[in-house]
């Protein structure tokens, strides 16, 4: 249909000067927002490059943890294999229980009085502090088996990572256009064959997002593992045993003041942030290969 003479004047017209001026205003705030959190965030990485570059060698990948803090040389080997260990035990628990709860949530619970109440749980869970859910994990672990153990420490962080995995999937879930349900389940598909088959791979990229997000909460936590996971100086492979983690030598050697504590501490700072990068990055191929929009 032709646009008529006053339609075409409208369409040209510039807008109002203060709604010209209040979108330049809100623009450029927002663009010195993440400037500012783009300075800060390039500091940190500088700074940590500065401190921990010198300290990363082979011998400092694949050495045991010294017993003596006074000690100059050692490495973190051990820590590096805790941190897999246990973070991965802690993935394995957390994201298939959190994706299936979301799928609950969104697919089969919506507003129900059970769903709302995984919601509200979901949500409290998010705030409590990392610390308040390794002394939970002690109570009624710990305590109860007397053994400080690799897999206490997985379930400390498996309990952080639940309550992200739920909420961040539920959302990716809802973002799925309703007509693609609609469509399938007019072909004859159940509902469990629609989430299976349209649902989540719709969503996948945003599940696998979320799902490296909590596990990136996982790797960095420190005060649950203190307290449930206990200390060790050689490698340890399995969720059985005390283990230790890399947050945990970079507390107990930040605290030292002595030389060799403190550069063994910085670079376990900058290898924890290069192995969350690299799953962060790992994640992001593995979402773009399964994702179903433009590439």
């Known amino acids: 249909m032709a646009l008529t003479a006053d339609s ?4 040209s017209a510039r807008p109002p000067l203060r709604r010209r001026l209040t979108n330049g205003v809100a623009t450029a705030i927002m663009m010195a927002a993440a400037l500012t959190a783009l300075i800060a965030l390039l500091l940190v990485v500088f700074y940590l490059l500065k ?4 300290v990363i060698t082979w011998d400092f990948l694949t050495s045991d943890i010294p017993r003596n803090v006074r000690a100059p040389a050692g ?4 820590a590096i294999i805790g941190t897999l260990v246990m973070t991965g035990g802690a993935a394995a628990m957390a994201i298939p229980l959190g994706i299936l ?5 969104n697919e089969f619970g919506k507003q129900r009085p059970l769903a709302r109440f995984i919601r509200f749980m979901a949500d409290v869970m998010t705030g409590v502090p990392s610390i308040v859910m390794g002394l939970f994990i002690y109570t009624i672990w710990v305590v109860r088996f007397h053994s400080l153990s690799g897999f206490a420490g997985a379930l400390a962080l498996g309990c952080l990572m639940l309550p992200i995995v739920i909420r961040t999937t539920e ?3 809802r973002l799925v256009p309703d007509e693609l349900r609609q469509a399938s389940q007019a072909l004859g598909a159940r509902t469990w064959r629609t ?3 349209v649902v989540l791979p719709a969503g996948l990229s945003g599940i696998i997002s979320g799902a490296m997000l909590a596990l990136a909460r996982a790797a960095g936590e420190t005060a649950p593992l203190v307290f449930v996971a206990g200390i060790v100086f050689e490698p340890n492979r399995t969720l059985s045993g005390q283990n230790t983690a890399l947050p945990v030598q970079i507390f107990r050697n930040a605290s030292q003041p002595f030389p060799g504590a403190q550069e063994r501490a910085w670079g376990a700072a900058l290898t924890l942030v290069a192995i969350v990068f690299a799953f962060t990055l790992l994640a992001r191929l593995i979402s ?3 994702s179903t929009g433009p590439r």
Do not use: C, N, Q, S
Not at 51 to 54: E, M, N, P, R, S
């Open 8 to 11: 075409r004047d409208l369409l």
């Open 51 to 54: 401190k921990g570059a010198h």
């Open 75 to 78: 490495g973190v080997y051990p």
């Open 101 to 105: 709860g979301a799928i609950y949530l």
């Open 171 to 173: 959302e990716m879930l």
């Open 195 to 197: 989430t299976l088959a």
């Open 288 to 290: 773009r290969r399964f």
